[in-house]
């Protein structure tokens, strides 16, 4: 597990929504190898949804290295062959209730836990273990006198 550690404002989530992009999509549930899961609030997921979004119109990233084997068609804006991936990763933004509903199972999926100071604020249990979590605050290092 990579714990990131920084201050409000400093790019944890960002560093979080590069990590979401570097998944594939799959064929079962929940359609995108790597989740973000949303601690703090239902607005939070919303809020984070829409950066990822955001980061994927602001960069080059390209859905088709990330897709299962797909066909485009002739005619078909590719734009719209990958509708169904930018859905997918839309869709990989979970709050807690979600990622509660998921834990258990054979569902294949890695995830980063954005904020887990609210997990232990509101005692959730998390029973698998994160790639990542976020945290605000400073590191440790070291007893100070």
């Known amino acids: 597990m990579q714990v990131i550690v920084r201050d409000r404002q400093e790019g944890k989530t960002t560093e979080l929504i590069k990590w979401l992009l570097e998944g594939t999509e799959q064929d079962k549930y929940p359609y995108w190898s790597r ?3 949303c601690a703090a609030s ?3 997921t919303a809020r984070v949804t829409n950066e990822v979004l955001k980061y994927i119109e602001t960069t080059d990233w390209n859905p ?3 897709m299962l084997p797909h066909v485009h068609a002739e005619g078909v804006p590719l734009k719209e062959v990958h509708l169904g991936v930018l859905t997918d990763v839309r869709k990989a933004v979970w ?4 990622y509660l509903a998921n834990e258990r ?3 294949t999926f890695d995830f980063a836990i954005d ?3 609210y997990v232990w604020e509101r005692g ?3 029973l698998r273990q994160p790639a990542i979590i976020t945290m605000t605050g ?3 290092d070291g007893l100070r006198d």
């Open 138 to 140: 400073k590191s440790y």
């Open 105 to 107: 199972g054979v569902r």
């Open 115 to 117: 904020n887990m100071e």
């Open 95 to 98: 709050d807690m209730s979600d």
């Open 42 to 44: 239902h607005v939070e």
């Open 124 to 126: 959730y249990r998390i």
């Open 64 to 66: 088709c290295e990330r």
């Open 35 to 37: 989740v973000i899961v």
